[in-house]
């Protein structure tokens, strides 16, 4: 819609909201929240959570570890940048809706492809903004994480209670084979220095980046591929992708962790393949009261004593006293907020892993090196070898 240039962008945004249907958003405990919809008309459910970031939201929407969930952005206005191709982390948003304070319908940046409110429509994701997102945020970082359903369909709270009745809990939820590939694709020159069979388990595409810009020819494969599989590729190294969901029900990626272990090969995970190879060796994990989401987390690395800002995006963690207890592996990394575990590794086998998200995208650099870490494990592997 065309506006004339000189209406500020808050007056721009208010007539956006006046033409906008009324929204409502129902939490799981019945708290409601009412406000406007910005996406396409309808109902979404999933899991509610929220992220600090202050910028980065297309990474944020199209990151298929937020597939099942309700995103409530902590940053004011979302939309003001627009849309740019090159920057999805998949090939559309992954999340089930969002909850903002303002969501724009213009955007200032030159470079953008299309509006935000265009490819929630193209995506066919409601959201829901006009809403206090201090007070959303306040309630759900103290009673915990849990389903909501936004709608603009109905207000009638009782029909809505029976949406979210209906509603799976996360814990326990398998997702990682409905975000995955299915069908196994190559990156980067086949005649590079190593070989990187990557599991896609919900896969962000700046991991793969991150490894082809590093001498990577990588191979992309399927979440239920078998180990058999992936070693016909001849990879120097496997990588774990991260990914949505319950680690602790991703059984056929425990399998094929366990496989690599035993065969003593490279392994390096993220996120999801850092609680995966967690449970390849019995340590559990367990859903937290809220998870960590935004991009200025402290990280401590236990071996330099140097600290990280990271990015993060996980509802799930590895029992620390689980690996204190646990005779081949080794803390690296700690998340300085709260003392999770941020990273483990091997004593004996070429395997290591981190919670957060080292290839960003939203977010700093600070932990790329981590990428190096792999390429160096792969060499020393082929040295032997």
Known sequence: MFYPFFLDIRTVIEMRYSESKSAILLLEDGTVFKGKSAGVE????????FNTGM????????????????????????????????????????????????????????????????YFNKNNVPAICEIDTRKLVKHIRNRGAMNAVISTETEDIEVLKNVLRNTPSMQGLELSSSVSTQIAY???????????????????????????????FVKVFPAKTSFDEMKAFN??????????????????????????????????GICLGHQILAEAR?????????????????IQNIKTGKGEITSQNHGFAVRKEDVEAHPEFEITH???????IAGIKHKT????????????????????????????????????N
Do not use: W
Request: with cysteine; charged share 20%.
């Open 55 to 118: 910028t980065g939201y297309q990474e944020i929407f199209t990151d298929p570890s937020y597939f099942g969930q309700i995103v409530v952005t902590t940053h004011v206005h979302i939309g003001n940048y627009g849309m740019l191709n090159d920057d999805s982390e998949s090939n559309g948003i992954k999340i089930s809706g969002l909850v903002c304070r303002d969501f724009s319908s213009v955007f200032s940046r030159n470079k953008a492809d299309s509006s935000l409110a265009e």
């Open 334 to 340: 700690i998340h300085l907020n709260d003392q999770t």
């Open 282 to 298: 019995g340590i559990r994990t367990y859903k937290m009261h809220n998870g960590h989401r935004g991009i200025n987390h402290p």
């Open 235 to 268: 990879p120097d190294g496997f990588m774990i992708s991260n990914g949505p969901g319950d680690p602790s029900v991703v059984t056929y990626a425990i399998e094929t962790v366990k496989a690599v272990l035993e065969n003593k090969l490279p392994l390096f």
């Open 349 to 384: 086998r070429p395997a290591f892993s981190v919670q957060y998200h080292p290839e960003s995208a939203p977010g700093p650099h600070d932990s790329r090196y981590l990428f190096d870490d792999f390429i160096s494990l792969m060499a020393e592997f082929k040295s032997k």
């Open 42 to 49: 309808g109902t979404a459910t999933g899991e509610l959570c």
């Open 186 to 216: 190559e990156e980067g020159d086949p005649n590079a220095t190593y070989r990187v069979a990557l599991l896609d388990l919900g896969l962000k595409q700046n991991i793969v980046r991150c490894l082809t810009e590093r001498g990577c």
